[in-house]
């Protein structure tokens, strides 16, 4: 079993930035990738980056050169840092762990960008 608990979300104007993270507990962290996911209103969850046991990195095109994904193995705990902010980034932010077939979700952090 493993739990997840995102932490960071807030409400912040467009261009501005914020810090994502993801507690992890119950599992070897340091062996499975992480990623982190968005929902946002009226849409379907979609990916937003991943990051491997190796720490090779990848996101999705929308937020590519303006998000950081980053993994801390001795704290247990996974980053998004986001930069350069857009309104369309407005969502629930989740976190993910690779683990299985299913993998475990996180609650959510509720990220809101106000133009």
């Known amino acids: 079993q493993v739990q997840l608990v995102e932490s960071g979300g807030g409400l912040v104007q467009a261009g501005g930035s914020l810090r994502l993270s993801c507690a992890a507990s119950?599992?070897?962290?340091?062996?499975?990738?992480m990623g982190w996911f968005r929902q946002g209103p009226g849409k379907e969850r979609e990916f937003v980056a991943r990051?491997?046991?190796?720490?090779?990195?990848y996101y999705a095109d929308s937020v590519e050169g303006r998000f950081t994904i980053s993994r801390d193995n001795a704290k247990n705990t996974v980053y998004l840092q986001m930069n350069s902010l857009k309104p369309g980034d407005t969502a629930v932010y989740y976190c993910?762990?690779?683990?299985?077939?299913?993998?475990?979700w996180g609650q959510g952090t509720q990220v809101t960008v106000s133009s």
């Open positions: 993910y762990s690779y683990i299985g077939r299913k993998g475990y």
């Open positions: 119950g599992r070897t962290f340091s062996s499975y990738a």
């Open positions: 990051i491997t046991s190796g720490s090779s990195t």
